[in-house]
């Protein structure tokens, strides 16, 4: 069992920064795979960012050269260092973990992953 919570969400200004932190406790699996997908209201689940446990990173489209997804291991923390934001990154933020490391193909799709988190609401207005 893997437990996940995610703190760091709120309202931001278009342009400014946030950061998401998702700490994971419980059982510890040397292959596996953790990160964040979003939900906007009306719209499906969207594939933001991950990283495996040999530390290869995959970002979506829509948020490649603006986000960073990073971990502490010493805390067990995963972090998701937003910048840039626009109203179109207003979403609930979900952390989630697959206890393997996923092939390529696979990580895309949030059926995929085994745990979430209860997710964290991000705003982007001004």
């Known amino acids: 069992q893997v437990r996940l919570e995610e703190s760091g969400g709120g309202l931001v200004q278009p342009g400014g920064s946030l950061r998401l932190s998702c700490t994971a406790s419980?059982?510890?699996?040397?292959?596996?795979?953790m990160g964040w997908f979003r939900q906007a209201p009306g719209k499906e689940r969207e594939f933001v960012a991950i990283?495996?446990?040999?530390?290869?990173?995959y970002y979506g489209d829509s948020v490649k050269g603006r986000f960073t997804i990073s971990r502490d291991y010493a805390t067990n923390t995963l972090y998701l260092q937003m910048n840039s934001l626009t109203p179109e990154d207003t979403a609930v933020y979900y952390c989630?973990?697959?206890?393997?490391?996923?092939?390529?193909?696979?990580?895309?799709?949030?059926?995929?992953?085994?745990?979430w988190g209860q997710g964290t609401q991000v705003t982007v207005s001004s």
């Open positions: 989630t973990f697959a206890t393997s490391r996923l092939i390529t193909s696979r990580v895309w799709n949030g059926e995929n992953y085994d745990y």
């Open positions: 990283r495996r446990s040999d530390n290869s990173k």
């Open positions: 419980g059982r510890t699996f040397s292959g596996h795979t």
